[in-house]
C-alpha cells in the first residue's frame, strides 16, 4: 500500500512541478507568435533583430538594419516581441517630493514662474 501512496505523491509532483509550467509556458510562446503584427520589432531564435512587414500564415517577413535588408522566417523561429506597434509607449511618471523649508517652496515657485 505504501509504495502505492508514493508513486501517486511522484505522480502528482510531476505533475504540479514540471508539466503543468511547461504547458503554461508552451501557451503563452504560441499567443505570442499568433499576436505578432505589422510594425512589432521582433527578435529571432538566431538573435536577429527586425520589424515586421507582413504576416502570412506561418511566415512573417521582416526588415532589418539601416539598409531595409528583408528576410521572410517562419513563425516559430521568433523568439521575442520587443516592441508591440499599437502599443502606446509608458512614460516614467515623475515624482515630486513635498518641500520642507521655505527656502524649498519660494526656489519651486520660482522656477514654476520662469
Do not use: H
Amino acid at each position: 500500500m505504501s509504495m502505492i501512496l508514493m508513486i501517486g505523491i511522484f505522480a502528482l509532483v510531476f505533475y504540479l512541478f514540471i508539466y503543468r509550467p511547461q504547458k503554461k509556458q508552451e501557451k503563452e510562446t504560441a499567443d505570442m507568435r499568433n499576436s505578432i503584427d505589422v510594425g512589432d520589432v521582433i527578435v529571432t531564435v538566431g538573435g536577429i533583430v527586425a520589424m515586421v512587414v507582413k504576416v502570412k500564415g506561418d511566415m512573417v517577413l521582416c526588415e532589418t538594419s539601416g539598409n531595409r535588408t528583408k528576410i521572410q522566417i517562419q513563425k516559430w523561429a521568433v523568439s521575442s516581441v520587443l516592441e508591440k506597434a499599437n502599443e502606446p509607449e509608458v512614460k516614467e511618471a515623475t515624482v515630486v517630493k513635498p518641500a520642507k523649508t521655505k527656502e524649498e517652496k519660494k526656489a519651486r515657485k520660482e522656477k514654476k514662474i520662469k
